[in-house]
């Protein structure tokens, strides 16, 4: 029979070891940034629905025949922060409009997205003009 080799333990992770930690460390940032541009994209969807939930509000405000200045307060109220509220009341009809800017987030480098809605109510009879 042959020679008798000894038998040569392994240290866990070989000679390898080290580099799923450098693996790692290289991905993070690219998967940091995927998150945020991700919870980026739910908020700017969760601002839309804000705003055409506002824009309902305030036309079916302004239908009835609430005087503007409620109409804008209504749709304010439901509106997210920092948007833009405006009112036209004709003789037949009121649009209700809403405007918001939703920032990107910083590490992104990515311009805001500006979200808009509006909607147009018939106004009831006997409700005045502008």
């Known amino acids: 029979m042959g020679e008798r080799r000894p038998l040569r333990r392994r240290r866990p ?8 930690t450098v693996e790692i460390a290289v991905a993070l940032p690219g998967l940091v940034l995927v998150t945020a541009i991700a919870l980026w994209g739910v908020a700017v969807a969760s601002a839309q629905v804000a705003c055409a939930d506002a824009v309902r509000a305030g036309a079916r405000a302004a239908a009835r025949g609430e005087p503007v200045p409620a109409v804008r307060t209504a749709v304010a109220r439901a509106a ?3 948007a833009r509220v405006g009112v036209r009341r004709g003789v037949e009809t ?3 409009e809403v405007e918001v800017a939703v920032e990107a987030p910083a590490a992104g480098g990515l311009p805001a997205i500006t979200l808009r809605a509006h909607a147009l109510a018939v106004t009831e009879p006997g409700v005045g003009g502008p």
């Open 80 to 82: 997210p922060a920092g």
């Open 94 to 96: 009121t649009r209700v």
């Open 13 to 20: 992770g070989g000679a390898e070891g080290g580099s799923a």
